[in-house]
């Protein structure tokens, strides 16, 4: 089953793509779309994954994998020079100390 028969990709409060299934952010759609992103070459999607999985990691009480997810997204974010995604990177990579 592909990525679109279980959930549709939509803009979260935040602006940060998110897979949305059942109204319910799902770390394991998250990580197909990390997957299938990564194998496509778009790395602004595979930037905003690892931000998104950072956060669901903070919320599960994985700091240091939410630490490792935002560490990866910041760095694509620079290189990709995407300034607006790495000041927010940033201010929560800030916040989660």
């Known amino acids: 089953m592909g990525l679109s028969a279980r959930g549709v990709v939509a803009p979260g409060e935040d602006r940060t793509p998110i897979v949305l299934v059942h109204g319910a952010a799902n770390s394991a759609c998250v990580c197909e779309a990390l997957a299938l992103a990564g194998e496509l070459g778009m790395r602004p999607l595979v930037a905003h994954c690892h931000l998104h999985l ?42 989660s100390v």
């Not at 630490?67 to 995604?85: G, I, K, N, V």
């Open 54 to 95: 950072s956060r669901l990691s903070l919320k599960t009480g994985q700091g240091e994998q939410a630490r490792e997810h935002l560490t990866t997204a910041t760095t694509l974010y620079r290189e990709m020079d995407m300034p607006f995604w790495l000041d927010q990177a940033a201010a929560e990579m800030r916040e």
